[in-house]
């Protein structure tokens, strides 16, 4: 898809001699148009929800929910077991680089899970351990989330594999790879180690064009391609 | 949670305690209440939405708490002996009594709360007002008490029958100062139903923890019957909930949640109130086992001249 994707910005870009993006610029701009439409994602799931709370969605192919569930669960990893921190204390784990999205944090004894655990605001948890009917157990445990790392409770779950993660990582980088370059154009080459595609969905080319597009406008200065671009995914957004 | 069998039901595939199966089936777990509600009760399209789980914990143990204190129905047995010092130390989950005896040969015989003062505490005093005090601050206990001492030494006078000596009556002196409580005057009178018993009496020191006796209770068996909180001493996979309270759990947790929740219109807290009100109604007469041939026992004896 990026192939295409890169060609068609060219080819707009191009048609009236506004400039050229690089290769470089292009994987610069086409990471941050799938970063956006990745985060829209949730926005819209949400809105859905609302319409069908609403009363004004439908089932069958007009279960627009459903796609979004099936776009977003494409980018869960399952049953990460997380890695240990020993310092300051000792049930505490590091979260994968790459999340975006905590979905399940299980706690494990021996491989078993014992219990999911709720994510508790750091503010809460005091009060949470003090409470005689709610403090974290081996049944229901509670972590909370500080940086990059989180900490579970109770803190008998504190071995190298008593804790795993489901959770939704981001996208990869987009990389459009080449080999040579003849006539002064890059020649698009797929079996390059790094090649990295687009991870949304075929029918995103579109959205993708559009905003790689407004960022091509700013880089190279040119007021009607961004606003192409802008126009564009309006009238894409409007159509869902 | 899937379904056991017979076998795993009956020996527990042999694993000890091989009888942890028995009657399992009555009840359903706190584990599967909890999920149970998560899956079907809360969520995007549901009345409950956005709750953190500890407060559906909170609320599905608050539940099962409040349950066990009358609905339920499930009372305990502790059977201790009663040693010299008259104590019978509550249990770890006790929260309130229904019933004290005293087995004795082969009898049980249901003991009687007693409405006096059996045990106190007191401070060493000096003189009017003048007590002594430790390091701390604390006043100086006198252990044990003066009618502790009494107590425990059996010259603890009592309007109880079981304190009755017959040597100790006069039939031709009436004397008020001592026969107050030798209830025998009662019984020549018009027995006093409230203290004519013949077995010890008992007094239940709730803050110390404690059950204090008379002296004739000393080296009896004691059997408390007392129901608890269903919390189980804190283990959560131990919690249970009999099978007919398990829609009134689940409507219950919904109206405590949306009761304390900010803007859920009233209608609807009403609708789960209701709701809640006639599963717990629907429950409890389910589990009052009233059964045609008990009540035809009971109508059996309408015939039965009094006499």
Known sequence: MINSVRNTVLAIINKNNYGYISPSDFNLFAKQAQLDLFDEYFVQYNQQINEENSRVSGTGYADIKKGYEEVIDYFSNNEIILSKITDPVRNRFSLPADYYLINQISCLTGGQIQGEAEKVSSSKINLLNKSLLTSPSISYPAYTQSGNSITVYPNTFAGEKDVAATYIRYPLDPKWTFTTISNGSPIFDQSQSDYQDFELPLDDSNDLVAKILQYAGISIREADVFKFGQIEEQSQNQQQ | ?307
């Open chain 2, 1 to 307: 949670m899937a379904y056991i069998n017979q076998k795993k039901y009956y020996t527990n595939d042999g694993d000890n305690p091989t009888d942890s199966n028995w009657g399992s089936y009555q009840y359903v777990s706190l584990d599967d209440i909890v999920t149970n509600f998560l899956l079907m009760y809360d969520g995007n399209h549901s009345l409950v939405n956005n709750e953190n789980r500890y407060k559906i914990l909170f609320h599905a143990k608050r539940g099962i708490q409040e349950l066990n204190y009358d609905a339920f129905k499930e009372i305990k047995s502790l059977e201790l002996t009663v040693f010299d010092d008259l104590k019978f130390v509550l249990p770890s989950d006790y929260v309130n009594w229904v019933k004290l005896s005293l087995f004795k040969d082969g009898v049980v015989r249901d003991l009687t709360e007693n409405i006096q003062v059996q045990s106190a505490v007191s401070y060493i005093q000096t003189a009017s007002s003048t007590f002594d005090y430790e390091a701390d601050g604390v006043t100086v206990k006198e252990e044990p008490s003066s009618i502790d001492t009494k107590r425990l030494d059996g010259s603890l006078q009592s309007i109880y029958l079981n304190d009755v000596v017959d040597e100790n009556i006069d039939p031709n002196v009436n004397n008020y100062d001592s026969d107050i409580n030798n209830s025998r005057i009662g019984a020549r009178y018009g027995l006093n139903t409230e203290t004519a018993n013949i077995n010890p009496t008992f007094t239940i020191d709730k803050k110390s923890g404690v059950i204090n006796f008379d002296s004739t209770m000393a080296n009896q068996s004691c059997i408390l019957q007392y129901i608890s909180d269903g919390m189980e001493n804190g283990d959560d996979s131990l919690i249970t909930l009999n099978k007919m309270f398990e829609e009134y759990i689940y409507a219950y947790i919904s109206y405590a949640v949306l009761n304390s929740k900010f803007g859920v219109q009233e209608y609807i807290i009403n609708r789960a109130r209701k709701d809640k009100a006639a599963l717990l109604r629907n429950a409890k007469i389910r589990l009052s086992n009233i059964h045609p041939s008990r009540l035809l026992m009971s109508m059996r004896g309408q015939n039965k001249w009094i006499k």
